[in-house]
């Protein structure tokens, strides 16, 4: 449609036709850097990707009785992606970027949580706490669970949060300890904390599991 415009030789309309000229050219570089992105950038990636999770996996198809989606509406489907794409590149560039940081700053606050420490959350199963900084060792328990004669049965540590002693909270089978009751120091017990060394109170622990079940 923009082509159309025609530059008469002695213009008596030389705004409208430059503006013209303008518009066409904007136009034409924003398709440009659409069609750019989309090839050099994540868009065709994106395409693909959603096509595939269209196309479903033909054993996950086979399973789920799903009738398989014909290859030629997908190529439709994903030609329209692409075209819609390009179009709204700005759109689709910026959501990337953010997703992109998003990523970036959870992996950031997941380094800086190992960094800063471990918890009974972070560990599976048992082993054992070495501390960085004055090299005492324990064994110790954070979750396992199992099977006895009478039933289920659970073994769950904590930390005394006053003397920074390690207790296993047993529950199910013979015992009936409901993990109520306070530290023998009369500290309270705890889950959701850093760990400390129960020797000189540092926070840097480290946790190595030797069997999870
Ligand atoms: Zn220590
Ligand atoms: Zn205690």
């Given at each position: 449609m923009l082509v159309s415009y025609r530059c008469a030789p002695t213009a008596q309309l030389p705004k409208f036709c430059e503006s013209g000229v303008v518009i066409a050219f904007t136009v034409g570089a924003y398709l440009f850097a659409g069609v750019a992105t989309f090839f050099l950038g994540p868009g065709r990636r994106y395409v693909s990707e959603r096509v595939q999770t269209a196309r479903g996996h033909p054993v996950a198809n086979a399973i789920t009785g799903r009738e398989p989606v014909s290859e030629r509406r997908l190529t439709a489907f994903g030609l329209t992606l692409s075209l819609?794409?390009?179009?709204?590149?700005?759109?689709?560039l910026i959501s990337k970027f953010q997703d992109r940081k998003r990523e970036r700053r959870e992996l950031a606050n997941w380094e800086e949580r190992v960094r800063s420490g471990i918890e009974f959350t972070m560990m599976g199963g048992a082993g054992s706490v070495q501390c960085q900084d004055c090299s005492y060792e324990e064994e110790i328990v954070s979750f396992t669970h199992g099977y006895s004669d009478t039933g289920p049965t659970s073994e769950t540590g904590v930390q005394c949060l006053?003397?920074?002693?390690?207790?296993?909270?047993?529950?199910?089978?013979?015992?009936?300890?409901?993990g109520t009751a306070p530290c023998e120091?009369?500290?309270?017990?705890?889950?959701?904390?850093?760990?400390?060394?129960?020797?000189?109170r540092s926070k840097n622990l480290k946790y190595r599991m030797s069997y999870i079940t």
């Open positions: 819609v794409l390009i179009l709204i590149w700005p759109i689709f006053a003397c920074g002693k390690f207790t296993t909270i047993s529950e199910g089978g013979d015992n009936d300890d409901d120091c009369g500290g309270t017990l705890s889950r959701d904390h850093e760990l400390f060394c129960p020797k000189c």
